[in-house]
Nanobody, 129 residues
């Protein structure tokens, strides 16, 4: 069982930056493909970015390309989402997730969302002036 816990959300002005963290204490994250997802009020959960287990393949949603960056620190069992140039439409609850059986990260971030093994509880990101 992998327990994930996000932190780092908050209120930020448009154009600002936030760094989200996701901890997986006691779980070797290098066994898993990982990703960040978000859900805005009244909308379905969507994939933001997914990273393969070996960190050799990444998928980003078009809406965040060039602004968001995923990273992982396997030694610390941590994953991160650096978010720059934030926009009001980025407002959502952000979740981290991990799955051990991932054939490709594009599918992980899209059609496989309902089936991913492990999820955090979410952290709110609000972009507003």
């Amino acid at each position: 069982q992998v327990q994930l816990a996000e932190s780092g959300g908050g209120l930020v002005q448009p154009g600002g930056s936030l760094r989200l963290s996701c901890a997986a204490p006691g779980s070797p994250l290098d066994y898993y493909s990982i990703g960040w997802f978000r859900q805005a009020p009244g909308k379905e959960r969507e994939g933001v970015v997914c990273l393969s287990r070996r960190s050799d393949s990444t998928w980003y949603a078009d809406s965040v390309k060039g602004r968001f960056t995923i990273s992982r620190d396997n030694a610390k069992n941590m994953m991160y989402l650096q978010m720059n140039d934030l926009k009001p439409e980025d407002t959502a609850v952000y979740y981290c997730a991990a799955d051990i059986f991932v054939k490709n990260v594009r599918d992980m971030c899209n059609i496989h969302i309902p089936n991913l093994d492990y999820w955090g509880q979410g952290t709110q990101v609000t972009v507003s002036s």
